[in-house]
C-alpha cells in the first residue's frame, strides 16, 4: 500500500489548522473577558468603581462577556469590549470562514494537478477467477498506461 497521502489532504490541513488556532483563542479570551467582567460586576454592584458621575445603571452584556456601569456623563466598562472584544469578533470570523472553506475544499476536492484520472484494464485472469475489472490508476499523462496492482481495487474480496 502507498505511504502517500491522498490527493486533497494538503490543500485542506492549512484550514484545519487556522479552525483549531482561531478556537482556541476564541475560548482564551472567551475566558478572559468572563473572569475580568465578573469581578468587575462586583465591584460595580458595591460602589468600589469611580466613575464620572452618579452610577445610573449596570448593564450586562451576554455575548462578548462584558459589565458595563453607566454614570451620569460617560460608562465604565470591562470584559469583551475594546481589544479584547475585537479579538472575540475577529476569532468568530476566522473560525467560521476556516470551517466553511475547509468543509467546502473536503467535499468538491479537485484532482491534484497533472494527474489524470482514467480507467485502467486489469490484466486478463484465468478461467474462472472471481475477479475481474477495472481500476481507477492516477498516472501522470505523458507515461503509459500500466494495469492496477491486485490490491488496488478489489472491493468484493475486501482485500
Request: hydrophobic share 35%.
Amino acid at each position: 500500500m502507498p505511504k502517500s497521502l491522498p490527493h486533497g489532504v494538503f490543500r485542506t490541513v492549512r484550514w484545519w489548522t487556522a479552525a483549531g488556532t482561531s478556537l482556541v483563542v476564541l475560548f482564551i479570551s472567551l475566558g478572559w473577558s468572563l473572569l475580568t467582567s465578573l469581578e468587575f460586576d462586583e465591584q460595580c454592584n458595591q460602589g468600589v468603581v469611580d466613575g464620572p458621575g452618579r452610577l445610573l445603571d449596570i448593564r450586562r452584556q451576554t455575548f462578548p462577556p462584558a459589565v458595563i456601569c453607566e454614570y451620569e456623563q460617560g460608562d465604565v466598562s470591562a470584559g469583551a469590549t475594546g481589544v479584547l472584544g475585537a479579538v472575540v469578533w475577529l476569532s468568530v470570523v476566522c473560525l467560521t470562514v476556516s470551517v466553511l472553506l475547509g468543509l467546502l475544499v473536503e467535499w468538491t476536492d479537485p484532482p491534484t494537478p497533472g494527474t489524470t484520472d482514467r480507467l485502467v484494464p486489469r490484466a486478463p485472469r484465468s478461467p474462472g477467477s472471481p475477479r475481474s475489472g477495472s481500476c481507477v490508476a492516477r498516472e501522470r499523462p505523458s507515461s503509459s498506461p500500466r494495469p492496477c496492482s491486485s490490491w488496488s481495487m478489489d472491493w468484493r474480496h475486501g482485500r
